[in-house]
């Protein structure tokens, strides 16, 4: 049997935000070895902000064609 995967933006976005802080993180550690320096106590707002960026995002995001519950 074929899983049939949602195509919708509230799926496609809610794929996106994993992502989305990964990169984020990413960039702030390559930041980090250009001279900027911070410790976790700067860096964790940083990542609540994409995160929540990328939840209202996938709120707002039309679930037309939405396949699945």
Do not use: D
């Not at 990413?26 to 976790?40: D, E, Q, S």
């Amino acid at each position: 049997m074929s899983k049939v995967r949602c195509a919708c933006g509230q799926c496609t976005m809610a794929g996106l935000r994993w992502p989305l802080i990964l990169i984020t993180l990413g960039v702030l550690l390559f930041a980090n070895r250009w001279g900027w320096t911070y410790n976790f106590g700067q860096l964790w707002p940083v990542l609540l902000i994409v995160f929540g960026i990328a939840k209202v995002a996938e709120a707002l995001a039309p679930a037309e064609g939405h396949v699945g519950r």
